[in-house]
């Protein structure tokens, strides 16, 4: 499966300002997702990063708010704007790769954990 | 639509005792489940999955069981050990027809601690 890596790790922001999150894959891939996760939540879809295309967001999701980049295959950002402390969450890049069997299935990056005071 | 709870359920156990994990998934619709395990401070970890064709899959050491009548998944984890302790999650998708593009939706997810 790809290997995925994400910049920063964690980071503590102060509200107002905006965090440019990055991924990248170790080999070319088509579908690349980011999702949030709340403190002791589950995973909720932000957007599909699309080369050469805008993002598509999910419902609750703009672009203003979640600006996304995906300049080629192996790599796309994730900005979160103007924070609140309300933004404080795991922000998890994925993409789609074969699993076993033949199948395409989403693996995960390390994650990026995000403080907003 | 999605489950999002703010207090996961637990799932405590021996070491070397079988553990099974239960999901209830929404959409009768979806037709590819997968589970995922998230240790403390990681990204989800892929686990197993399974086509809505199939009603039991194994890997090692897991077994997964589609329940389509109830929409319900589970994960069976045998001998379990201490380092099988994170949290599971399930999540569907719909992609008729076996394209590569499926949105994933995510279960709740479960907190599986395995004591010594």
């Known amino acids: 499966s790809a290997v995925i890596s994400q910049k920063p790790s964690r980071d503590i922001c102060q509200r107002g300002t905006s965090l440019t999150i990055q991924c990248q894959v170790d080999s070319q891939v088509t579908m690349m997702f980011w999702y949030r996760q709340q403190p002791g939540q589950s995973l909720t879809l932000i957007a599909t990063?699309?080369?050469?295309?805008?993002?598509?967001?999910e419902s609750g999701f703009v672009i203003d708010k979640f600006p996304i980049s995906r300049p080629n295959l192996t790599f796309s950002t994730l900005t979160v704007s103007n924070m609140s402390p309300e933004d404080s969450s795991i922000y998890l890049c994925?993409?789609?790769?074969?699993?076993?069997?033949?199948?395409?299935?989403?693996?995960f990056g390390p994650g990026t954990r995000l403080l907003v005071l | 639509g999605e489950s999002v709870g703010l207090h996961l359920p637990t799932l405590s156990v021996q070491e070397g005792d079988n553990s099974i994990i239960n999901c209830a998934y929404s959409?009768?619709?979806?037709?590819?489940f997968i589970w995922y395990k998230q240790e403390s401070g990681k990204g989800p970890q892929f686990i197993i999955d399974?086509?809505?064709?199939?009603d039991k899959r194994q890997g090692q050491r897991v077994t997964v069981l589609l329940n389509k009548t109830v929409k319900h998944l589970s994960l069976q984890i045998a001998a379990t050990q201490p380092g099988d302790s994170a949290v599971y999650f399930c999540?569907?998708?719909?992609?008729?027809?076996?394209?590569?593009?499926?949105?994933?939706?995510f279960g709740q997810g479960t907190i599986l601690t395995v004591h010594p």
């Open positions: 994925s993409v789609e790769d074969l699993a076993s069997g033949g199948i395409w299935t989403q693996y």
């Open positions: 959409n009768s619709a979806s037709d590819y």
């Open positions: 999540a569907e998708s719909f992609r008729a027809g076996g394209t590569s593009y499926g949105k994933l939706t």
């Open positions: 399974i086509r809505s064709n199939m």
């Open positions: 990063a699309n080369q050469g295309s805008e993002a598509t967001y």
